[in-house]
């Protein structure tokens, strides 16, 4: 893919003091950090790298990486090494793509509380797909599956929703033998949706009951008496948006899937079309309105605030593990599921990309560390350029 014209971190350089003097009593310093490491992120400010090839001998310099997971340049290389280590735990069977949404009533809500209700989206949404799969009248089997969280939708908005990455089947309760779901279907899609409904409403009541929930600005009408059960009442009444994509085949096409939803931030930088007189305009798909491919302009003050909506609490995990899966079992269920499969572990022989010699395409490696002094201020080196690899050395 080309290196685009225009990045986030432009608009950033250019639009950031008056940004930041007008939303600053509604930002935090996560936000600002996340800005700044944006703005850095491969220029000499981090420091660099002198790189040489093991093959013609080619040297080049290149800029260190922030390693930000909200920057849009710094998630290719983490999402190669984390598509190879997956590789691994991968079975020969089809996979079901399965998606919960909270309402839109929520989002205030969750943006004033984000690291309790991520949680409780993660928690509610796993825990009714194992429920509902242990069930004899649906599979009656012990599941395994692994989830991303997304908290935006194409324009940008706020839109938390969490995919789930399936296999077609799973063990018998007492692990004797290998049970497969439907071709068609994997789970009832409605019956996910109530169950999904009632627990994360129930979760709510009683963080509410325990006094962890916080009310600002458009919500603190919640505290006055009676109006939050009212409130859940409401929520209760909705149909909640649970979505189970047609499975799609093996190892190679489920980990070209993965590939579109790990690590991804809220805009990359190849969806950014102009940045003109204060405005920004990118590329979207209105998918209330068949996918439909879109261009909208937004003011570039408007365009940071929807950005900075998705910047998520310090140390929140957004790859999470349920089931089989989860860390502690993993290995074993694994080794389980193959044996009653008949298959062997499903290695990618593929390793994560390298940076390549623009001179041969061998294999370039580090040879020296470069302090941001040595950067500027000797002139004898390379002029350093930007990295257009997504494996960072640094």
Same mark, same amino acid.
């Given at each position: 893919?080309?290196?685009?014209?225009?990045?986030?971190? %432009?608009?950033?350089? *250019?639009?950031?003091?008056?940004?930041?003097?007008?939303?600053?009593?509604?930002?935090?310093?996560?936000?600002?950090?996340?800005? %700044?490491?944006?703005?850095?992120?491969?220029?000499?400010?981090?420091?660099?790298?002198?790189?040489?090839?093991?093959?013609?001998?080619?040297?080049?310099?290149?800029?260190? =990486?922030?390693?930000?997971?909200?920057?849009?340049?710094?998630?290719?290389?983490?999402?190669?090494?984390?598509?190879?280590?997956?590789?691994?735990?991968?079975?020969?069977?089809?996979? #079901?793509?399965?998606?919960?949404?909270?309402?839109? %009533?929520?989002?205030?809500?969750?943006?004033? !509380?984000?690291?309790?209700?991520?949680?409780?989206?993660?928690?509610?949404?796993?825990?009714?797909?194992?429920? &509902?799969?242990?069930?004899?009248?649906?599979?009656?089997?012990?599941?395994?599956? &692994?989830?991303?969280?997304?908290?935006?939708?194409? !324009? &940008?908005?706020?839109?938390?929703?969490?995919?789930?990455?399936?296999? @077609?089947?799973?063990?018998?309760?007492?692990?004797?033998?290998?049970?497969?779901?439907?071709?068609?279907?994997?789970?009832?899609?409605?019956?996910? /949706?109530?169950?999904?409904?009632? *627990? #994360?409403?129930?979760?709510?009541?009683?963080?509410?009951?325990?006094?962890?929930?916080?009310?600002?600005?458009?919500?603190?009408?919640?505290?006055?008496?009676?109006?939050?059960?009212?409130?859940?009442?409401? &929520?209760?009444?909705?149909?909640?948006?649970?979505?189970?994509?047609?499975?799609?085949?093996?190892?190679?096409?489920?980990?070209?899937?993965?590939?579109?939803?790990?690590?991804?931030?809220?805009? =990359?930088?190849?969806?950014?079309?102009?940045?003109? !007189?204060?405005?920004?305009?990118?590329?979207?798909?209105?998918?209330?309105?068949? $996918?439909?491919?879109?261009?909208?302009?937004? /003011? @570039?003050?408007?365009?940071?605030?929807?950005?900075?909506?998705?910047?998520?609490?310090? $140390?929140?995990? +957004?790859?999470?593990? #349920?089931?089989?899966?989860? !860390?502690? +079992?993993?290995?074993?269920?694994?080794?389980?599921?193959?044996?009653?499969?008949?298959?062997?572990?499903?290695?990618?022989?593929?390793?994560?990309?390298?940076?390549?010699?623009?001179?041969?395409?061998?294999?370039?490696?580090?040879?020296?560390?470069?302090?941001?002094?040595?950067?500027?201020?000797?002139?004898?080196?390379?002029?350093?350029?930007?990295?257009?690899?997504?494996? %960072? /050395?640094?």
């Amino acid at each position: 893919m080309s290196r685009p014209t225009l990045e986030v971190a %432009d608009i950033i350089r *250019k639009t950031d003091i008056s940004f930041w003097q007008q939303q600053q009593p509604h930002l935090a310093w996560p936000h600002r950090k996340v800005l %700044d490491a944006i703005v850095r992120c491969r220029t000499a400010a981090l420091g660099g790298h002198r790189d040489q090839c093991v093959r013609c001998g080619h040297q080049a310099i290149s800029f260190n =990486s922030c390693r930000n997971r909200h920057c849009p340049k710094c998630q290719g290389n983490a999402r190669a090494k984390w598509l190879a280590a997956r590789s691994a735990e991968l079975l020969p069977i089809p996979y #079901f793509h399965v998606v919960f949404t909270l309402p839109h %009533d929520l989002s205030a809500l969750v943006l004033q !509380n984000k690291r309790l209700l991520y949680d409780l989206l993660y928690r509610t949404s796993a825990a009714t797909m194992l429920e &509902l799969a242990r069930d004899p009248k649906h599979l009656g089997a012990d599941i395994g599956f &692994l989830g991303v969280l997304h908290t935006w939708g194409q !324009n &940008l908005e706020h839109h938390p929703h969490v995919h789930y990455i399936v296999p @077609a089947g799973g063990l018998t309760i007492d692990g004797p033998r290998w049970i497969d779901s439907s071709r068609r279907f994997f789970l009832p899609v409605h019956a996910l /949706s109530r169950v999904f409904r009632g *627990k #994360f409403v129930a979760g709510l009541n009683q963080l509410f009951a325990q006094s962890e929930l916080q009310f600002h600005g458009s919500q603190q009408y919640l505290t006055a008496s009676g109006c939050f059960p009212n409130f859940l009442r409401q &929520l209760f009444r909705q149909d909640w948006v649970v979505y189970a994509k047609p499975p799609f085949g093996g190892a190679e096409h489920v980990l070209n899937y993965l590939a579109r939803y790990t690590h991804r931030v809220a805009i =990359s930088n190849h969806r950014l079309v102009t940045f003109e !007189n204060g405005s920004v305009s990118f590329r979207w798909r209105d998918y209330a309105h068949g $996918g439909k491919k879109k261009v909208m302009t937004v /003011s @570039a003050h408007e365009f940071l605030r929807r950005f900075l909506l998705h910047v998520l609490p310090r $140390g929140l995990v +957004r790859i999470r593990h #349920f089931g089989l899966f989860a !860390n502690r +079992r993993r290995s074993a269920a694994l080794e389980r599921c193959r044996v009653l499969l008949g298959a062997t572990a499903c290695v990618d022989p593929t390793e994560p990309p390298s940076l390549r010699c623009p001179a041969c395409s061998g294999i370039m490696l580090v040879v020296e560390r470069l302090t941001r002094g040595q950067l500027y201020f000797h002139p004898n080196l390379i002029a350093p350029q930007p990295r257009r690899c997504s494996v %960072d /050395s640094s």
